[in-house]
């Protein structure tokens, strides 16, 4: 315990100095770091190299951390970098988009904000992948950089949701030991049978954060935001999960297959899957959980097939697949949750076993 808050002291100590490394512009120490240590890539491209001070190193090992502290309320756009500070709330771009990013949106990898913009308009070109579509929908948002905004501002986390632009100590010490809360949703995403990647594309869908045809046509990106899996209705997320008649022919059938009347309506899924008596039900629980994240991964990858690659799959392929993707994650827990995976798998068959697939 006592090493633990050491440890934590050590953190908050190293935090600070990199927080002033982006408030005190005008001290000797951060005027000489810029200037014989990060020169042109900036704190976030330099990496720690056995040329620099114990002192150097540490703080550099410690950025990664600070990342998830700081933010940048933008002004004028020329002092936040487009690829690594966050400005969008996405975290660092050059993340959250991959390393093609530079490539597909044309914006040099140390750029500033700035050069994203010209005159009044944000200067970008169109989505090239989902994260992409997602980046743009968030700048979309944000007022372009001028000079009447003032200077790019930093900030710090002060707490779970709120940023300002002083450090405290005792409340990154804080944010530091806290948990992360638990939302009433958390054990759909995090099961035994979950898979992160599909977990991802699960916790956008519940904060209703996927760029769904509905927002990109608010924000002017596009003109027809009818759903292309049916045609019959805008695309938002209650309509895709599960309103819509492909979404619902997929995933009603394997959902009624555990449990009475599954919802239509991802967000009652949770209350749902709740109110199901506790006894003998904990595997179909887990199945019903299971279903739930690899329909909404299916039913959104056929919707961006449809979209990117101009390729679509009717309902019951989707249905075949979502059936062998359930199998084979079932299967690959044979090493790690279950002993006896073929009873978990004879459970998948005797449950599925009334389900009319194609
Ligand atoms: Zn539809």
Same mark, same amino acid.
């Given at each position: 315990m006592g090493i633990r808050r050491l440890e934590d002291f050590n953190t908050v100590f &190293?935090? =600070?100095s990199i927080w002033l490394i982006f408030k005190e512009s005008g001290s000797l120490w951060v005027a000489w770091l810029k200037r014989h240590i990060f020169k042109r890539k900036g704190l976030w491209g330099t990496k720690p190299s056995p =040329?620099? !001070?114990w002192g150097i190193r540490k703080l550099l090992m410690f950025k990664h951390k600070a990342a998830d502290f700081l933010h940048c309320r933008l002004g004028d756009g020329n002092t936040a970098l487009f690829w690594h500070d966050n400005w969008t709330g996405l975290g660092p771009l050059i993340k959250y988009v991959? @390393?093609?990013g530079p490539k597909l949106l044309r914006i040099p990898l140390y750029a500033k904000v700035k050069a994203a913009s010209k005159g009044l308009e944000w200067n970008l070109p169109g989505a090239r992948s989902d994260r992409i579509q997602v980046a743009l929908t968030r700048i979309s948002a944000i007022p372009v950089p001028s000079s009447e905004s003032g200077k790019d501002c930093f900030e710090w =986390? #002060?707490?779970a949701t709120e940023y300002r632009d002083t450090f405290s100590s005792s409340a990154t010490w804080k944010l530091i030991r *806290? *948990? #992360?809360? @638990? @939302?009433p949703w958390h054990s759909m995403i995090w099961f035994s049978l979950s898979t992160p990647r599909l977990s991802f594309i699960q916790w956008l869908v519940l904060l209703h954060r996927l760029p769904t045809r509905d927002r990109l046509a &608010?924000?002017?990106l596009l003109d027809n935001p009818m759903c292309v899996l049916c045609q019959l209705a805008p695309e938002s997320h209650s309509h895709l999960f599960f309103d819509c008649c492909y979404s619902r022919d997929v995933w009603i059938p394997f959902a009624s297959a555990c449990f009475q009347s599954p919802p239509l309506d991802v967000d009652q899924c949770s209350s749902w899957l709740a109110a199901q008596p506790q006894a003998r039900s904990s595997t179909r629980k887990s199945f019903a959980k299971l279903i739930l994240q690899v329909a909404i991964y299916l039913i959104w990858s056929e919707r961006n097939a449809r979209i990117f690659k101009g390729e679509s799959s009717p309902a019951?392929?989707?249905r075949l697949t979502l059936d062998r993707f359930a199998r084979d994650i079932i299967l690959s827990r044979? !090493? !790690?949750?279950s002993a006896h995976p073929w009873s978990l798998m004879d459970d998948w068959l005797l449950v599925t076993s009334t389900i009319q697939i194609l």
């Open positions: &190293r935090l =600070k =040329k620099h !001070s991959g @390393v093609e =986390k #002060a707490t *806290q *948990q #992360a809360p @638990v @939302v &608010r924000w002017g019951e392929k989707t044979k !090493s !790690s949750t």
